[in-house]
């Protein structure tokens, strides 16, 4: 399948700080790509939608300004969390797919706040 | 409408048994319908797929259950191998659409015992 790449895939940062994570298609371009949060032994839950060129649609009660994402090319995304928290530590996993295809899923990154 | 629910929530099955998790949905507009497999601090990793138009399908050791009647769908791991030891997810999307995306069951730990 696909090659869907995160980095990094661990990041501690101090409450109040600002983190990227970026998310690149390495062997196709993304038309769409999603954004998804998981806590311990939960399922996926999906933040934001961004498609090349375009804002990303955010899912209701995900805080855009606290959650920034920006697709401004057809192989990389990149979700900044701002103001970082404690609350906010959590696996973030990005998926991407061209067109109607299948969507790939990139490794996931942990953020930890402190 | 949105829904999918998985059941069971955790399933310890012998090294070379069956294991079978069983996902319903309510929106009758759902066409697509896969199944991820997640290892601790991996992303999710399509397994296999099904779409409404057929009752089964078999990759390797992998089957899909598709009852569009009853609206349900499971997926059976034929001769279980401790590595098969990992969380699994079903999901269930409306593709072809610009707003398609993934909604997931809440995830089934499976543990094979040697």
């Known amino acids: 399948g696909a090659v869907v790449s995160q980095h990094p895939s661990r990041v501690i940062c101090k409450s109040g700080t600002s983190v990227k994570i970026e998310c690149r298609s390495l062997d196709f371009q993304a038309t769409t790509m999603f954004w998804y949060r998981q806590f311990p032994k939960q399922s996926l839950m999906l933040m934001a939608t961004s498609n090349e060129g375009s804002k990303a649609t955010y899912e209701q009660g995900v805080e855009k300004d606290k959650f920034l994402i920006n697709h401004a090319s057809l192989t990389l995304s990149t979700l900044t969390v701002t103001s970082a928290h404690p609350e906010d530590s959590s696996f973030y996993i990005c998926?991407?797919?061209?067109?109607?295809?299948?969507?790939?899923f990139g490794q996931g990154t942990r953020l930890t706040v402190v | 409408q949105q829904q999918v629910k998985q059941s069971p929530q955790s399933l310890i099955v012998q090294k070379g048994g069956i294991s079978i998790i069983n996902c319903a949905y309510e929106n009758t507009a759902f066409d697509y319908f896969p199944w991820y497999q997640q290892f601790p601090g991996k992303g999710p990793a399509l397994l296999i797929a099904?779409?409404?138009?057929?009752s089964e399908k078999k990759e390797g050791r992998f089957t899909i259950s598709f009852n569009k009647s009853a609206k349900q769908f499971s997926l059976h791991i034929m001769d279980s191998q401790p590595g098969d030891s990992a969380t699994y997810f079903c999901?269930?999307?409306?593709?072809?659409?610009?707003?398609?995306?993934?909604?997931f069951g809440e995830g089934t730990q499976l543990t094979v015992n040697p």
């Open positions: 999901a269930a999307s409306i593709e072809g659409t610009s707003g398609s995306r993934l909604t």
């Open positions: 998926s991407a797919r061209w067109g109607w295809t299948e969507a790939f």
């Open positions: 099904i779409r409404p138009d057929v």
